[in-house]
């Protein structure tokens, strides 16, 4: 098989980050050489980059400059860390790519979609082979960020109609690349959710 790129989506909460990790796991038993690694970041420039954006007042940054710094960290953890593990047959498993851009800053703070494809199609140019978006009510994912506590909260302070609008956000994306894209319901136990990644990516 190979190599393979699979990322993560889904809202603030929703239980992508467990569930990259977890399928990495199952998929380095299964014998697979895998990267796992994480947007805003995956690389010591965008992971600077990260700072700026997940830290802060919800007013720091405008949705279009938004647009252009994750796009930038993108660029540099693509250029650093994922293509040369793809190059070399390694899989990478993320969580989140350009998916969270287009719903974040191209649907919901800002109505900017056709800024973002076309600033990705200039500077990133490719798609996972297969997208996982964890689907979680709003109010779970609430109650799991309430029990994590963390300094990079500037997203999760927009509010619950943010999230609200998020989530309906990357449905309808996924509905419009159903070939990409798998939907998996996250507001069950992490080892029924664990058990249909696994099995929708080791198919
Ligand atoms: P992440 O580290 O995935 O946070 P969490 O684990 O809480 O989901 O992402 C940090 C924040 O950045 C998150 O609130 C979503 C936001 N984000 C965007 O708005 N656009 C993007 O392109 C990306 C990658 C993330």
Redesign the pocket.
């Known amino acids: 098989m190979p190599a393979r790129f699979i990322s993560f989506e ?1 809202i ?3 239980g ?2 467990t569930q990259a990790a977890l399928l990495a796991a199952a998929m380095r038993d299964a014998g697979r050489d895998v990267v796992l690694t ?4 995956g690389s010591p420039g965008a992971e600077s980059i990260r700072r700026l ?2 830290e802060g007042k919800t007013d720091r940054w405008s949705p279009e400059t ?1 647009i252009l710094l ?1 796009t930038a960290a ?1 660029r540099d953890h693509l250029e650093r860390t994922i293509a040369p593990a793809l190059a070399a047959g390694r899989d990478v498993v993320c ?4 998916d ?2 287009r719903v ?2 191209g649907a919901v703070r800002a109505d900017l979609r056709e800024m973002v494809d076309a600033l990705h199609a200039r500077t990133i140019g490719r798609e996972p082979d297969l997208t996982i978006l964890i689907d979680t009510d709003v109010d779970v994912a609430r109650r799991r ?1 309430g029990a994590r506590r963390s300094s ?1 909260d ?3 302070r927009f509010g619950p109609a943010f999230q609200d609008a998020l989530r309906k956000g990357f449905l309808e994306l996924a509905a419009s690349r159903p070939d990409r894209f798998h939907v998996i319901d996250g507001s069950r136990p992490e080892q029924e959710v664990a058990a249909d990644v696994a099995r929708a990516a080791l198919a």
């Open positions: 889904g603030d909460g929703s992508k980050t994480r947007e805003p970041g954006l997940v938004e994750f993108r969580d989140r790519f350009a969270s851009t974040y800053q960020e990079e500037r997203f999760e």
